[in-house]
């Protein structure tokens, strides 16, 4: 799985510490403080210029001190009854309709969707989490965009506020009620959509009998049969049967396998081939830091490149010193495993990109070589272990206990791993001028696999995550302005979110092409990006304009949530397990945006004539 | 009320479409592996009623699906999808993309471009990034089956049904894997179960794709475009020569002869065939001979109409050239000075009486046959143009070399010089440079005696002059495990003189220009290119005098 960049770790990433970056956490306090400062001053120069110095202090103390006492105040049952209302009034507004289209949208996807890629169960889960994300930011956007407005326009509100709820409760009771909705579309969606990837990826196959031929052991004595499947959905399987008729060994095709048993007896056998099995996974790696040596054993920062317009991996030399040399942490003896011999062993894997820069022999692959080595003490390590590279696939490395330094034996846990845990892997090309390629994650040690159901749930409280923060965004912003202008704002929130990364770097300039005014100079004058402009007062202007509004773009951008970091899509389809910290990182964000949110809406709605 | 009645009929519209939904999925969907699909899938499939876009215009309920679905703005849904693509392609994730050209083929099924595209972007760019030979032919093999996809929804297209046969022809048998390949396309029964092992050639089935794209052109009315005709109509022939070529270097020598039989037996077609010149004149290739002696008798009649004319018009043009031109045409070739060289070719040009010249001065001097040898001169004309605009073409599709060398390999000495070449190799493979030797030497025996027949075959740039190179360098090997030199009685230096383009063999051939010079070892050789002209010729004629 490509992972350009691996989430921290819960309270690095909260209380910041690794490189001198700040934590979310004070980064959060920052920003309240300065919103909460900036917005006191606007508040106060308001009311100066209206009221006057004495009335406009007074007005933005009493502002504070009330608006602190009543969110204090805040009562749970007042914002359920609200949550309730939005819960009922959303059910009444049709959000069933979602789910219908959801509906269609599968029961058309099998057009659209085959199941001849060779790994299908990737494409499946992208699509129905896709879909799903974008079905439940839809909805959750026209609830929470619309419902305030409406009140206000239906003056449904007077109603409510008669009763004795604060601003603050309607506020969080329309944004509790909504995600009640969502997380019920949520919950219906992500159901219906695994059962759909499961229903899709659902197939057998028969075994052509005629095509079974008698396996020999060089004793003469039959020990077995081997052959095929039949085709379907698009692939078949090599098999090979045991004397009593069930599959010792079936071929895995398209990331599956499947079991044949004898139904029959060993004379009239009936073979029957179960389900596939291996699509749904959750592989948990534990990935290590990789540093490279050059060609000759010296340090380096990267490999070489091989000439690839994405840089994703870089590359090491074969037949030379150059290796990529992985520093594994926290190794201990609950991470070996046990096979069926009852050895243990430290179960490795590790995918490489394989770079020929001459065709060489072409049905042989290029031999590469792994050795582990104790990092305090470098001339500790076992013998090479020669592998010929899968490539762009994984190679499994179930790594013994017992191995041998030269002729020496020595033991992985004791010799190898220092006593804090830390292990190093060394992995060689050995081929002449052919090349290995790799990145950080390709190299991991794999823990025993997660629930690939709980892991699809983890998918799916991503895009809660996703779907919470819309709602609050939207029912904030609908607060002061009305439903079509708050939904434009919130769609306006969520597209920056999902281009942050571009957003950021038209804002510190790494973006070519300039700032806003200037991309749009460029675009009406069709100069291309790399064109220098003139050197006159007009560009100077220009270019001040855009200087300004990069500072306010920065300044947005510190506010604007990650929408594309909430997604952990990929994690699913590529088999591999959800980090928990990753989830509990999304939920802490959320939790922050929210708070935030209910105090921004609550001062807001404060300022609607109705709602004092 | 009635607000509430319109509501509830609203309801109604809405759920009744939601409603028939359900069975269109059923009607429409398209046919898998698994199953043939819904009815109309079946009736697309039907060959009495062909449902196909091309007939029926489009009717592919999943592309049509599609295309509704973006409300219009198709053109920036392609846009955004090619951009996928593309990084897709950049990050390699082949499923992604894969799966992104398949959506894109549901939204411009008609846009050949795009096939033919994408279909290479697979077949060449994306097979290579693969590691394993049998990764790299799956994906050779999407590339095509994503092509006959294309096909499918352009029935009869000419240049997706060139493009398979070339695809499969030239991307199996050429590629370096290509041994490896035609192993795998021969055994893949899934990719066609109805042919039969032998049939599964990828030459052979390449052809019938070519042959489907020429039956599109001449009998169902489609434009081949811009692409040339010439290519067009000889790669069905060619892929015939080239199945020959392919059977014969895996050892099969009867079955290659018969194919070489029915390569000439193609070739020839498609040297009777009319092929329309880029300028409009219709051409046959094969009919060079005729088309010689058409001109001849032509220019013969028109020079008939008034005899000795022509010679006194050259006489005329002969007294208007300078005195140092007629002495440099006048001088013997080989004795012209370098000056006279320089004079003498444009000199004779001067001379040359073009049939219209010849007509106009037979009107003056004979005004009642002026009109008959205006028109005689015409045809000369045409006839002269037509001549040249066939060789030009030939040349181009070095039409006399394939026919030749389709001639040459049926042959029993070819056949048994082939059969000597690729024993020999085995045998040396296996440890026997002795047997190999022997089979070399016989089988360079036999291809003396088939170049002495069929000399045209490595007159010019030839490939079998390449593939004797090929195994005079095999040879050498063995000679030097036995070591032992090319000696002068090894009967194709002409070959070696001709087409030793890397130069490899360089050494030995100016040991055995020194030998028949009987000149002292040079230190600086010259380099066989250089001796392509006089020197080569010259060691040519002392080699032939050596036999």
């Not at chain 1, 028969?206 to 379907?232: C, I």
């Not at chain 2, 009607?27 to 009815?39: F, Q, T, V």
């Not at chain 2, 290509?178 to 396309?185: C, P």
Request: proline residues 4%; hydrophobic residues 40%; contains cysteine.
């Amino acid at each position: 799985m490509v992972l350009e960049k691996a989430p921290l770790d819960f309270l690095t990433w909260l209380l910041g510490g690794t490189g001198g970056e700040i934590g979310a956490l004070p980064r959060f306090l920052i920003i309240v403080l300065v919103i909460a400062v900036l917005a006191l001053l606007v508040g106060f120069v308001i009311a100066l210029v209206r009221y006057g110095p004495m009335k406009a202090g007074d007005l933005t103390y009493r502002v504070i001190t009330n608006g602190f006492s009543e969110l204090a105040r805040t009562s749970p049952r007042r914002i359920w009854a609200i949550a309730r209302l939005a819960v009922k009034e959303s059910f009444r507004r049709r959000v069933i309709v979602a789910l219908v289209v959801f509906f269609l949208i599968l029961l058309f996807a099998g057009w659209f969707l085959k199941t001849d890629y060779p790994q299908p169960a990737k494409l499946l889960f992208s699509f129905v989490l896709t879909a799903t994300t974008y079905l439940v930011l839809m909805i959750a956007l026209l609830l929470s965009a619309f419902s305030l407005p409406a009140d206000f326009k239906s003056k449904i509100i007077y109603t409510i506020v008669t009763k004795p709820v604060r601003a603050g409760d309607i506020v969080l009771g329309r944004i509790l009620g909504y995600t009640i909705v969502g997380t019920i579309l949520l919950a219906i969606m992500s159901f219906f959509g695994y059962l759909f990837v499961v229903r899709t990826l659902y197939h057998t196959h028969e075994v052509e009998v005629a095509r079974l031929v008698e396996v020999v052991d060089s004793d003469g004595n039959v020990v077995g049969k081997a052959g095929r499947t039949t085709l379907n959905d698009y692939h078949r399987h090599e098999l090979e049967l045991g004397v009593d008729g069930n599959s010792t060994e079936v071929q895995t095709t398209n990331e599956h396998t499947h079991k044949v048993t004898n139904a029959g007896t060993p004379e009239q056998p009936r073979y029957v081939v179960s389900g596939p099995a291996g699509f749904l996974r959750a592989r948990v790696p534990q990935y290590g830091q990789l540093k490279f040596l050059d060609r000759r054993g010296a340090p380096a920062p990267r490999g070489i490149s091989v000439g690839n317009e994405w840089t994703y991996r870089s590359f090491i030399e074969g037949g030379s010193a150059a290796a990529a040399v992985w520093l594994l942490d926290g190794i201990n003896t609950s991470d070996l495993r046990t096979n069926e011999q009852g050895e243990k062993y430290l179960p490795l894997e590790l995918i490489v990109r394989v770079f020929r820069t001459y065709k060489g022999e072409i049905e042989q692959g290029i031999q590469g070589s792994i050795r582990l080595r104790n990092p305090d003490n470098p001339d500790m390590k076992s013998n090479e272990d020669i592998f010929t590279a899968k490539d762009a696939s994984i190679n499994t490395f179930d790594i013994p206990t017992k191995l041998y330094n030269g002729q020496e034996e020595i033991d992985l846990l004791k010799d190898l791993v220092t006593k804090d845990g830390r292990l190093e892997v060394v992995v060689q090309c050995l081929d002449n001028a052919q090349y290995y390629g790799f990145a950080q994650p390709d190299l991991y040690l794999r823990l025993p696999d997660a629930s690939p159901l709980w892991n699809y749930i983890k998918a799916q409280i991503g895009i809660w995550v996703q779907m919470v923060l819309v709602i609050a965004i939207g029912v904030t912003a609908s607060t002061v302005l009305n439903g079509p202008v708050a939904m434009l704002f919130t769609v306006s929130f969520i597209l920056l979110g999902f281009f942050k990364e571009f957003f950021v770097n038209v804002a510190t300039g790494k973006q070519v092409g300039g700032g806003p005014i200037e991309s749009l100079v460029r675009l009406v004058t069709q100069k291309n990006q790399m064109t220098g402009l003139d050197d006159g007062f007009a560009v100077q202007l220009m270019q001040w304009i855009d200087w300004v509004l990069k500072q306010a773009m920065l300044s947005l951008a510190q506010v604007l949530p990650d929408f594309r970091a909430f997604s952990t899509v990929d994690y699913v389809a590529y088999g591999f397990n959800i980090p928990s910290n990753q989830i509990a990182q999304n939920l802490a964000v959320t939790a922050a945006y929210v708070l935030g949110l209910c105090v921004i809406g609550y001062f807001c709605l404060r300022t609607r004539e109705v709602a004092k | 009320m009635s607000e509430r009645r319109s509501f509830y009929r609203k309801v109604a519209y809405g759920m009744a479409i939601a409603v028939l939904l359900f069975p269109l999925a059923l009607l429409s969907s398209p046919a898998s592996i698994n199953d043939e699909g819904g009815k109309l899938a079946r009736l697309r499939n039907d060959p009495d009623h062909p449902l196909s876009q091309a007939s029926l215009g489009q009717i592919d309920p999943a592309s049509e699906t599609m295309k509704l679905a973006t409300l219009g703005l198709r053109g920036v849904a392609v846009n955004l999808l090619w951009e996928k693509a593309n990084y897709y392609k950049k990050t390699e994730d082949w499923t992604n993309l894969t799966a992104t050209l398949e959506q894109l083929a549901k939204l411009q099924p008609n846009f050949i471009t795009f096939w033919k595209f994408q279909a290479w972007n697979l077949t060449y760019n994306v097979s290579v990034e693969f590691d394993h030979f049998e990764d790299r032919y799956a994906f050779v093999r999407r590339g095509i089956e994503f092509l006959k996809e294309g096909e499918q929804y352009n029935r009869d297209n000419p240049h997706l049904l060139w493009d398979l046969g070339w695809f499969i022809g030239q991307k199996i048998g050429r590629a370096d894997e290509h041994v490896q390949y035609r192993r795998l396309f021969r055994n893949d029964e899934d990719f066609h179960p109805d042919l039969t092992p032998d049939e599964r050639d990828n030459w052979l089935v390449g052809k019938t794709w070519y042959l489907a794209g020429v039956d599109a052109v001449d009998n169902k009315g489609k434009s081949m475009g811009r692409k040339s005709p010439r290519i067009f109509y000889s790669s069905p022939a060619m892929s015939q020569m080239n199945y020959a070529e392919a059977i014969e270097e895996e050892g099969y020598f009867d079955k290659a002869r018969r194919a070489w039989i029915k390569a000439q037996e193609e070739w020839e077609d498609f040297g009777r065939l009319p092929i329309e010149h880029s300028t409009g004149v219709v051409l046959r290739l094969g009919e060079q001979p005729k088309l010689e002696e058409e001109v001849k008798q032509l220019n013969a009649k028109l020079e008939a109409t008034s005899p000795g004319l022509k010679e006194e018009l050259v006489e005329e043009k002969r007294a208007k050239l300078t005195p140092a031109e007629r002495e440099a045409l006048d001088t013997p070739q080989d004795k012209r000075s370098m000056a006279q060289m320089e004079l003498a070719y444009p000199a004779a040009a001067k001379l040359e009486v073009t049939p219209r010249e010849l007509a106009e001065r037979i009107g003056e001097t004979e005004p009642a046959k002026a009109k008959q040898a205006l028109q005689l001169a015409g045809e000369v004309e045409r006839e002269t143009l037509r001549l040249r605009y066939t060789i030009n073409y030939k040349t181009d599709s070095n039409y006399d070399y394939w026919h030749t060398r389709a001639k040459l390999e049926q042959t029993a000495d070819a056949i048994a010089a082939r059969e000597a070449m690729f024993r020999a190799s085995r045998t040396f493979r296996e440890g026997d440079p002795f047997g190999a030797k022997q089979l070399y030497d016989e089988g360079f025996a036999k291809w003396r005696k088939v170049l002495d027949a069929f000399p045209a075959a490595v007159e010019s740039e030839s490939s079998t002059g390449d593939d004797l190179i090929q195994y005079i360098l095999q040879y050498r090997n063995v000679l030097d495990q036995l070591d032992e030199e090319l000696g002068e009685s090894f009967p194709l230096w002409d070959v070696i003189e001709r087409f030793d383009s890397e130069q490899k063999l360089q050494e030995e051939l100016t040991a055995h220009q020194q030998r028949i010079s009987g000149a002292k070892p040079d230190a600086n050789p010259a380099r066989p290119a250089d001796s392509a002209d006089a020197p080569a010729n010259e060691s040519i004629e002392a080699s032939d005098a050596n036999k």
